[in-house]
């Protein structure tokens, strides 16, 4: 019976600073126009600030082979933060082989995460593009808008708390078939519940008279921001999926090989619980919501496509490898922020990848091409393309900038 005990600890610090920039980058005159730099002002004064964290942490993991075809994996680990305490997360996971050929397993898990330093504390400014019936109550356009800490005032003053850490429990079953040694498949599901997850806010507007009136009864006279987000505790999530992955090489004697992998997945989220709307941001009117129907069904739940297929062949012969692979993107729905008429649906697309390598040595050269036939996403509705600015969702699960050719060249030590 083999057994096998791994143990570490671990200490670690991160920081992070933001220094006030160029004045001409975030200046505001008296002229009554936002100035600074296009797309994306400068840092101010009120952007600057130095944060630091510490987090010690300790692991073990014991295997063992609890027969010859059964084995299983325990495993723990506690961690401490300076600024969110303590915790201990840990796993459980087992695999029966009944014969060489054919095994299931499984696992459970549960997973903590404390939020990052930028989701705390990191600021900016930047020009954004909103569309018809938009979240601020204005016209469609391009409005200055801002990321704040969840600790500025101005935040505070719309809903803003402090950050909990993220928690979780997953569950995963699959099994793993190799009938020859040229082919190989295996299949898992899962279940994944997110308690707790940040996002960033809906952009809360900063402009209306009734907000504008609460801001100065608060001492909050100059307003630079059209809308401000920050991030949040916005809920809980539940992801289920499947993934399963084949793959068959074929040997062609002196003619080389042919390795033909495919896979497929799919997973859907749900959002089972959406915090409590701040009783402020209730108070100043029906359109203030920390999380808008866009954060909602989009940010949490359906910003990546449910379902992704990948089929792929690399064919080697001597120093030359040659790899193609055909994507499909299922589709994905952008959602408006207050009204489902704004609402658009993207179909799946495929996408077609080709590369060419050559080795020599230590070295190996290789050129290819993503998006090989150009392919665009479909285009945005007139109403939220910004007069034709941004014609293509920014949720394209390929982007939008359609085909890229590059070259590489690695070295291997």
């Known amino acids: 019976m083999r057994r096998r005990c791994r143990s570490a600890r671990n200490g670690c610090a991160r920081a992070t600073r933001i220094k006030s920039g160029e004045p001409a980058s975030y200046y505001v005159g008296t002229s009554g126009v936002t100035g600074g730099a296009q797309g994306f002002a400068g840092w101010g004064p009120w952007d600057a600030r130095s ?235 029906a359109t203030f919501v920390r999380l808008g129907r866009d954060a909602v069904l989009g940010l949490l739940a359906d910003t990546a496509p449910r379902s992704k297929i990948i089929l792929g062949e690399t064919y080697e012969t001597g120093r030359w490898s040659f790899t193609g692979n055909a994507i499909r993107y299922g589709r994905v729905t952008v959602y408006s922020s207050t009204n489902s008429m704004y609402d658009q649906s993207f179909p799946g697309k495929w996408i077609f990848d080709a590369s060419a390598s050559y080795s020599v040595n230590r070295l190996r050269f290789t050129l290819g091409v993503d998006n090989l036939f150009n392919t665009y996403p479909e285009e945005v509705i007139p109403s939220q393309n910004n007069n034709g600015t941004f014609p293509y969702p920014g949720a394209s699960p390929f982007g939008s900038q359609g085909a890229f050719v590059y070259g590489k060249v690695q070295y291997r030590w």
Not at 69 to 86: I, N, V
Not at 87 to 108: H, K, Y
Not at 109 to 138: D, E, I, K, M, V
Not at 191 to 203: K, P
């Open 51 to 285: 944060v630091a964290r510490n987090d010690l942490s300790e692991y073990v993991q014991l295997e063992t082979n609890l027969t010859d075809r059964w084995s299983g994996s325990l495993a723990a680990r506690h961690e401490d933060y300076s600024d969110f305490g303590s915790t201990t997360s840990g796993a459980l996971s087992t695999r029966f082989d009944f014969t060489e050929a054919f095994a299931l397993r499984g696992s459970i898990s549960t997973g903590f995460r404390a939020p990052t330093l930028g989701q705390q504390h990191y600021s900016a400014t930047t020009s954004t593009a909103y569309g018809a019936g938009n979240s601020l109550g204005l016209p469609a356009g391009i409005y200055l808008s801002g990321l704040v800490p969840v600790d500025n005032q101005l935040a505070k003053l719309l809903g803003a708390t402090p950050l909990k850490p993220e928690t979780s429990k997953s569950i995963t079953f699959g099994a793993v078939w190799t009938p020859t040694e040229a082919l190989n498949m295996n299949v898992d599901v899962y279940q994944i519940n997110v308690d707790d997850r940040i996002a960033m806010s809906s952009t809360l507007s900063t402009s209306t008279a009734v907000v504008l009136n609460y801001l100065a009864a608060n001492g909050i006279t100059n307003v630079q921001y059209s809308g401000i987000r920050y991030f949040t505790n916005a809920g809980d999530v539940r992801s289920q999926g499947i993934d399963g992955v084949a793959s068959y090489r074929s040997d062609l004697g002196d003619a080389g090989t042919l390795t033909t992998t495919f896979s497929a997945t799919y997973n859907k989220n749900k959002v089972t619980n959406v915090l409590p709307n701040p009783a402020i941001l209730t108070q100043l009117g």
